[in-house]
């Protein structure tokens, strides 16, 4: 099982972006899938992140500029990031709390994260 994270970039401020995260592998369900993110030199910080069911939740700091989704059928989650500002700069790593094939309980697999630059 694995997750891989896509759609970073450089973007001026004002500008927009829209990150994926694709889980693979022996899959029988994800349940929740979300995003951290990690400046330069701060703490990872959380998102944004939803469940199964659509239901969502944000960061203050991305309020009304993020919005999560989700294909459940193929077990992707989405970030559309709207009117960047340059402290929206950072690694960007997806989350995806994953039961696997013959496992009972959920897993929590990370993607490898992308980086996205608001600068002009």
């Known amino acids: 099982v694995q997750l891989q994270a896509s759609g970073g970039g450089l973007v001026q401020p004002g500008g927009s972006l829209r990150l994926s995260c694709a889980a693979s592998?022996?899959?029988?369900?994800?349940?929740?899938m979300g995003w951290y993110r990690q400046a330069p030199g701060k703490q990872r910080e959380f998102v944004a992140a939803?469940?199964?069911?659509?239901?969502?939740n944000y960061a203050d700091s991305v309020k009304g500029r993020f919005t999560i989704s989700r294909d459940n059928a193929e077990n992707t989650a989405y970030l559309q990031m709207i009117s960047l500002r340059p402290e929206d700069t950072a690694v960007y790593y997806c989350?995806?709390?994953?039961?696997?094939?013959?496992?009972?309980?959920?897993?929590?697999?990370w993607g490898q994260g992308t980086l996205v630059t608001v600068s002009s």
């Open positions: 592998g022996s899959i029988f369900r994800a349940n929740d």
């Open positions: 989350y995806g709390d994953l039961k696997k094939n013959g496992f009972v309980y959920p897993q929590r697999y």
């Open positions: 939803i469940t199964s069911g659509g239901g969502t």
